[in-house]
């Protein structure tokens, strides 16, 4: 198989090189991609180093255009489960007799990809929040 130095650094050649550098310091200023313009290392050995960049880089933020792993994902799925199942909860506990509706299923976590949230909606749902919460206190109080 036959390729140069551009296919070896992909479309986010600075996004590799930053990696490079970071991963290999050792290779002095510029990293690996400076010693192989200086001859100090072969094209093989730069894509090697290159093919095994880990996935929590500069490379993967930039192929995947942001910056979230693994742990951030199943962060959010835990969230959505944890709302999932006090909603179940509150839902299965609560007084039918003293009236009110159930509570709402709540929407997922924001994850990226999804449409960035209206800020609107945000400022309602505090206001909205906050109406409940007084109105909580104002029932205690007596």
């Known amino acids: 198989m036959t390729y140069t130095v551009l296919d070896v650094l992909g479309e986010h050649p600075e996004a590799v090189e930053a990696d490079l550098a970071h991963h290999y310091p050792e290779y002095g200023p510029g990293g690996p991609v400076a010693a192989y313009w200086r001859g100090e290392i072969t094209l093989r050995w730069l894509r090697v180093m290159t093919e095994h960049l880990p996935p929590d880089g500069a490379v993967a933020r930039a192929y995947n255009g942001h910056a979230w792993g693994q742990i951030e994902y199943t962060a959010a799925d835990s969230r ?7 909603t179940a909860f509150v839902n299965a ?3 039918p007799k003293k009236g009110g509706s159930p509570l ?7 994850r990226p990809g999804d449409p960035v949230p209206d800020p609107a909606q945000g400022e309602k749902d505090k206001a909205r929040a906050k109406a409940a919460y007084e109105h909580i206190l104002a029932q205690t109080k007596g």
């Open 80 to 86: 959505d489960l944890l709302d999932l199942l006090l």
């Open 93 to 95: 506990n609560r007084d």
């Open 104 to 110: 709402p299923w709540p929407k997922p976590s924001w």
